[in-house]
């Protein structure tokens, strides 16, 4: 099963609709904030500078947009216990104390690349930023919302996972929770 599956499973609707307007506002401001920085970029004459990834695969933009898109993209946290994914090892566990961490499956700077490339694309293409932040906040967001998603894990099941060593595709596949031998569970 992937990822994608096991989130639809999880609250992730229930609770992404009792927070939707704020999620939704936050995420077009970011929309617009970006796009606007991009072209300030671009009327400097500094994208190459700013945007182009360097021999060791990043890039000002790609650090930025990990913080910007990946942890506050939505001003919501998806965490483990909020929509109900963990691990087998938590849900074990009598007492979690501070045993426990939330693990963004996708990865936050996977999570920022991917979504400013889709708006970079529409960008390019001469859409206007209206029709941007009209499509990703109405249309792209909700079927998109497992990017966000994290699940609770144990401390010593995250040290085992492996950082970024995967696809996107593998990821989705949760390869790299296969092989750190962790197993998530839903929990309504």
Same mark, same amino acid.
């Given at each position: 099963m992937s990822f994608k599956e096991v989130v639809k499973k999880s609250k992730i609707k !229930? *609770? &992404?609709n009792e927070n939707k307007k704020n999620i939704q506002l936050v995420f077009a401001g970011h929309i617009h904030a970006e796009l606007s920085r991009y072209e300030h970029f671009v009327n400097e004459g500094a994208v190459d500078m700013y945007y182009n990834i360097n021999?060791?695969? $990043? $890039?000002?933009?790609k650090k930025f947009h990990r913080l910007v898109w990946g942890y506050n993209g939505l001003g919501f946290n998806f965490t483990g216990t909020k929509i109900g994914l963990y691990s087998e090892g938590v849900l074990n566990l009598e007492k979690k104390g501070n045993l426990c961490t939330n693990d963004h499956v996708v990865g936050v700077t996977e999570v920022g690349t991917r979504v400013w490339n889709v708006i970079l694309v529409m960008y390019k293409s001469g859409k206007s930023v209206d029709d941007i932040v009209n499509y990703m906040v109405n249309e792209w967001l909700e079927n998109n919302l497992h990017l966000? $998603? !994290?699940v609770q894990i144990l401390k010593s099941e995250d040290r085992n996972l492996k950082r970024a060593k995967?696809? &996107?595709e593998e990821k989705m $596949?949760? *390869?790299?929770y296969e092989e750190a031998d962790i197993k998530i569970v839903v929990k309504k």
């Open positions: !229930q *609770v &992404y021999d060791k695969g $990043s $890039s000002p933009n966000w $998603s !994290q995967h696809t &996107y $596949s949760l *390869v790299h």
